[in-house]
């Protein structure tokens, strides 16, 4: 009888167990947005209608000479954050809170934003922030949705990431209007942000959308020259009959090396390896066959690479990204790849040389900005003195650059190029850096002695002293200046970089607040509250400048750049 007494007893015990079990499950769940069914993965992904990777290339790499990822194991990199050490006083305890503070009103902007997307544009690539109507500007693919992905996961808006992620997986790359698509816009922003809420979040049906998207980005190769065009046009794609630009931006072609690279890691497919491989090899062969030995022409000759022909050299607009991909493709490699420090210490001892410059000011700041050159006919090279904000990145390049390759007057020229962006900021009345600004530079034959009288104002504007002019006034609510401050606390750990930051954040806000959201403004130089909206929000607002502003307010282990490296877009991805 014994047995079967037991057997009563036995089934209590497992009922008991059982209901214990999914007691505390579902505490958990309370606490853990992420384990909340309200929060749940819900994606049920759906397969776009075409699929890309059944067509045949015209032009394939044979398969015994496609190139494969570089293998060993990752090397030990230099350490590029700054050791951090936690303040347990009374005052470390309040600086936490301050920042804690900042961190929220950033988030509370990002919401704003996001809300009003949700509200009157979901699915659309972009909404108007003062009129509340739409835009599709890069293929109907909700541009916004995908590049705030990774925003959505780091401030911990899980509730929105997971509907996001359920839009984004019913996402059709074949459903558009379009006959073609920008082939670097589509990569950064929609293969990027898939890609690194992918590594974030590791939700399968983000992978399958970014191996869709990237077949379709992969027939861009399919030229004679294996090179790809600026734009994507899909029956030509479909039918192998691209063909490379003879006078395209060198940073529409030469940007895409980490999104592939990753694809690459993530898959195990080679062929999206050897595609960017290959203009990596191009880069190397051509890098010392240009007027300016060093840098590319900011326009490229993709079929006959006669790259002597082109006489601008830039940091800015259309090439901008070319450069900064050197060290953080090394990155993304392991440092199994040499070429990268190749390009990017021969590339820099070129634009120290010839691009940066120190403008004339006021209060005689010790500042660079990166300028334009022109190489003549006749071999003069010739400096525009201008500013755009769009180099401002060129600071948080040279710091992660100084750091990786152990350069430590990299990260000096780093925190000087970022103090001019943020000295430009600082000088206008609305707090604001101009798109495009002109400056008065500092010759090696003279002091650099503060004159007056060279800054009359050639435009009809009234300007600050110190700016030449404001030749494009607007802010279209780019990410540049803030990525550089954000780097440059990440790699020093100077708490003033936060200061500045909140500075501009403030200025910012009160220069491009709406009803609905944060817009486009078209002159900076007037005070923050009368300014000018133009009801344009693009989407690097949400995913490049206040992510930037939302992380350097945040303990500096939230997306450390010793495990994360971040695209051209701001998206990280996980390094080796």
């Not at 109507?133 to 509730?159: C, E, P, Q």
């Not at 003879?246 to 080679?270: H, N, Y």
Request: glycine share 6%; proline share 6%.
């Amino acid at each position: 009888m014994a047995p079967l007494l037991r057997r009563p007893v036995r089934l209590f015990i497992i009922v008991s167990s059982i209901l214990v079990f999914y007691t505390l499950l579902n505490l958990r769940s309370a606490r853990d947005p992420a384990a909340n069914p309200k929060s749940a993965p819900r994606s049920n992904y759906v397969k776009s209608s075409f699929d890309w990777s059944t067509i045949t290339e015209k032009n394939p790499v044979p398969a015994s000479e496609l190139r494969s990822l570089p293998k060993g194991a990752p090397r030990k990199l230099p350490a590029v954050q700054h050791r951090f050490r936690t303040d347990q006083s009374p005052a470390g305890k309040a600086r936490r809170q301050v920042l804690a503070d900042r961190r929220d009103e950033v988030r509370d902007a990002f919401v704003k934003s996001w809300k009003s997307y949700r509200r009157y544009a979901w699915m659309s690539d972009e909404v108007t922030p003062i009129t509340g109507s739409t835009k599709d500007n890069f293929g109907g693919w909700a541009a916004t949705l995908v590049d705030s992905l990774d925003s959505l996961w780091i401030m911990d808006l899980k509730d929105y990431f997971y509907e996001a992620v359920a839009a984004t997986s019913r996402i059709d790359w074949s459903d558009t209007k379009e006959t073609a698509c920008n082939w670097f816009e589509t990569t950064i922003r929609h293969q990027g942000g898939l890609l690194s809420a992918y590594d974030l979040s590791h939700e399968p049906a983000l992978l399958r959308k970014a191996v869709e998207l990237g077949d379709m980005l992969y027939m861009a190769f399919d030229t004679p020259t294996r090179m790809p065009p600026f734009w994507l046009d899909f029956d030509l794609a479909k039918t192998g009959r691209l063909r490379a630009g003879t006078r395209d931006p060198s940073a529409s072609t030469t940007s895409s090396s980490l999104e592939f690279t990753r694809l690459a890691q993530l898959t195990g497919e080679s062929k999206y390896y050897d595609a960017i491989d290959r203009i990596t090899e191009m880069l190397d062969r051509t890098q010392n066959a240009t007027r300016l030995p060093g840098m590319w022409p900011t326009f490229l000759d993709l079929r006959h690479f006669g790259f002597d022909l082109e006489e601008g050299f830039t940091l800015g607009a259309l090439a901008d990204s070319l450069y900064e991909m050197f060290p953080k493709t090394y990155a993304l490699l392991g440092g199994l790849e040499p070429v990268y420090e190749k390009l990017y210490r021969a590339a820099m001892e070129t634009i120290i040389t010839h691009v940066l410059f120190r403008p004339k000011l006021p209060d005689h700041a010790d500042v660079l900005v990166p300028g334009n050159v022109w190489v003549r006919d006749s071999g003069r090279i010739d400096l525009q003195p201008e500013a755009q904000h769009l180099a401002c990145f060129v600071g948080g390049m040279f710091g992660l650059g100084g750091k990786l390759f152990n350069i430590p007057e990299h990260v000096q020229i780093g925190e000087k190029v970022t103090r001019g962006c943020v000295w430009a900021y600082e000088a206008m009345p609305s707090g604001i850096m101009p798109e495009i600004c002109g400056f008065v530079p500092c010759t090696a034959e003279e002091a650099c002695l503060w004159e007056a009288e060279t800054f009359s104002d050639r435009h009809g504007r009234k300007l600050p002293k110190g700016f030449e002019n404001a030749r494009d006034p607007r802010y279209i609510l780019r990410p540049e200046a803030i990525e550089s401050v954000f780097y440059m606390y990440r790699i020093t750990g100077k708490t003033e970089y936060q200061e500045m930051a909140w500075q501009m954040f403030q200025s910012i806000k009160k220069a491009t607040e709406t009803e609905l959201a944060f817009s486009a403004i078209e002159d900076v130089t007037v005070d923050g509250e009368k300014t000018e909206k133009s009801d344009s929000m693009e989407s690097f607002w949400l995913s490049e400048t206040l992510k930037y502003f939302y992380l350097i307010f945040s303990p500096p282990d939230l997306i450390s750049l010793d495990e994360y490296v971040f695209n051209t877009e701001a998206h990280p991805y996980k390094r080796p």
